[in-house]
Structure formats: C-alpha cells, structure tokens
C-alpha cells in the first residue's frame, strides 16, 4: 500500500526552473519515484539541456528551454507539450527569481520583474496546460498543480527583498483560487513554502560563515533543507498519497514560521 501511495508511476511531469535547485530535486525525486518522464525549462538552454543529461541517469528527462516569464517562451513550452503529450498529470511552477536592494532605492523593475516571473508566469502557464491537466484527471486519479511559495511570504520581514515576499504572498493566494476553480475538474492546487535551502538564490548567505551560522540559530530544528526534503513533499502532493489535499500552504522549513 505505502509504495503505491507515494508512487509517480506513468506521470508524466512538468517543472519550470527544473535545472538546478529545488526544481532539479523535485525532478529528482519525481523519477526516482516511477514517473514515466519529466519535462524541465529553464531560460538558459545549455544549461537546461545538461541538466536534463545529467537527470536522465534516474528516468526519462527532456528539456525544453525557454523563458516561461515572457509570452513567446511561454507559448513555446506549450506548443511543445501539446505536441508530444495528449495529456500531463503534474505541474511544478517552480521558476522563480528576486531582487535585493535597501526601501528607499528599491526599484520599480526589480519589483515588476520578480511579479511576472513569480506570479505572473505561473498563472498563466497553468491556464494554457490546464486543458492537458484536465485530459485524464478523475476522482480516483487527480492532476496535480504544486506552485513554489516561500516562507518569505508568511513571515513578516522581507530583508530587503520587498517585491520577492509580497510576490510568494500573492502565490499562495494563487493557490487556493486556482484549487477552488479546477477542483470539479479534478486537479489539485497546493504550494509549498520552503525555507532555506542550498540554491543560486541562497549562495549569498551560505558562502558567508558568520551570516549563515546566525541565521541557523533562528532555525528551531538547526540545519538547512536538503534535497530528500523537498522532494519528499512534491512526491507527496503529486501522488494517491496527497489526493484530498488542495488549496493548502505547506511550510517546510525546519521550524522557522514557528518562531519568525
């Protein structure tokens, strides 16, 4: 029972920014777990296509780069999914950026920039692939959305990354919207709010000692995300194990929004 539960077997995925990072450990997990292929993008070509290489060790991963924050890109996938697919059973807006800089010099491009591409882009997306998400989802075998929130978007600090908290904010939001209007169609919507976790995003903070063992001393369970805990999660959601589950915000971070 347990490994059918959990099991991807013969689903076929999409993962936005699946080259590196928490998108390249869900699809980690995703084939590890049985999925029959998991297609990745990211705006960076050659590093989507090595990415990919290097993934299908574990399963069948295909790139298909592209920049989903921009019409054409985002078209592309689309066209591209419709030609090889008649139909896709998982969703993984993960493709996500930010923008540091101080209240009083924090720019207008650096706020809509981070708003297309982390909220903007997974919306739409998940409009266009809602027709492929809808092909073979019933009762017993549901679609499945997973956006990519943060705790940024719970918490009520923004450390200077002011357009990347209001945008998780508003992903999560998102979320539970898009789980009320597709779930008589028989896809479910949920997020995931990480914490830390090693990425190109965090490299300012684990790459500075003092910094980053402060900031594990306001972590209650002491340590940073590893890839199995993503991905154990994503599984989850994505699979029989998660099939009452939708429109809800899963932290997982160690703790952190209990005491943040």
Same mark, same amino acid.
């Given at each position: 029972?347990?490994?059918?539960?959990?099991?991807?077997?013969?689903?076929?995925?999409?993962?936005?920014?699946?080259?590196?990072?928490?998108?390249?450990?869900?699809?980690?997990?995703?084939?590890?777990?049985?999925?029959?292929?998991?297609?990745?993008?990211?705006?960076?070509?050659?590093?989507?296509?090595?990415?990919?290489?290097?993934?299908?060790?574990?399963?069948?991963?295909?790139?298909?780069?592209?920049?989903?924050?921009?019409?054409?890109?985002?078209?592309?996938?689309?066209?591209?999914?419709?030609?090889?697919?008649?139909?896709?059973?998982?969703?993984?807006?993960?493709?996500?950026?930010?923008?540091?800089?101080?209240?009083?010099?924090? $720019?207008?491009?650096? &706020?809509?920039?981070?708003? #297309? /591409?982390?909220?903007? *882009?997974?919306?739409?997306?998940?409009? %266009?692939? @809602?027709?492929?998400?809808?092909?073979?989802?019933?009762?017993?075998?549901?679609?499945?959305?997973?956006?990519?929130?943060?705790?940024?978007?719970?918490?009520?600090?923004?450390?200077?990354?002011?357009?990347?908290?209001?945008?998780?904010?508003?992903?999560?939001?998102?979320?539970?919207?898009?789980?009320?209007?597709?779930?008589?169609?028989?896809?479910?919507?949920?997020?995931?709010?990480?914490?830390?976790?090693?990425?190109?995003?965090?490299?300012?903070?684990?790459?500075?000692?003092?910094?980053?063992?402060?900031?594990?001393?306001?972590? $209650?369970?002491?340590? &940073?995300?590893?890839?199995? #805990? /993503?991905?154990?999660? *994503?599984?989850?959601?994505?699979?029989? %194990?998660? @099939?009452?589950?939708?429109?809800?915000?899963?932290?997982?971070?160690?703790?952190?929004?209990?005491?943040?």
């Amino acid at each position: 029972m347990i490994e059918s539960l959990f099991s991807m077997q013969d689903k076929v995925c999409v993962v936005t920014g699946g080259s590196r990072g928490l998108g390249a450990f869900i699809t980690q997990g995703f084939l590890e777990s049985g999925a029959k292929r998991v297609y990745i993008t990211a705006r960076k070509a050659e590093a989507c296509i090595e990415a990919a290489e290097e993934l299908s060790q574990y399963g069948e991963c295909i790139a298909i780069p592209g920049d989903v924050a921009t019409s054409e890109g985002l078209q592309n996938l689309v066209a591209e999914l419709t030609k090889r697919e008649d139909s896709i059973d998982v969703l993984v807006n993960n493709a996500g950026t930010g923008w540091g800089a101080p209240f009083g010099q924090f $720019p207008e491009k650096g &706020w809509d920039k981070v708003m #297309d /591409i982390n909220v903007k *882009a997974p919306f739409f997306l998940t409009q %266009a692939l @809602a027709p492929l998400l809808k092909q073979n989802a019933d009762e017993k075998n549901t679609a499945s959305v997973i956006n990519i929130g943060s705790i940024a978007g719970i918490a009520g600090h923004a450390l200077d990354n002011f357009s990347y908290a209001a945008s998780k904010s508003a992903i999560h939001q998102l979320t539970r919207v898009l789980a009320t209007e597709l779930a008589s169609d028989h896809v479910r919507v949920n997020a995931i709010a990480p914490g830390r976790f090693y990425s190109k995003l965090t490299e300012f903070l684990s790459n500075d000692k003092e910094a980053f063992d402060a900031e594990m001393e306001t972590i $209650p369970m002491r340590r &940073w995300g590893e890839p199995t #805990d /993503i991905a154990g999660v *994503a599984i989850m959601l994505s699979s029989k %194990a998660g @099939a009452f589950i939708t429109g809800q915000i899963l932290p997982v971070d160690g703790g952190t929004t209990l005491v943040n």
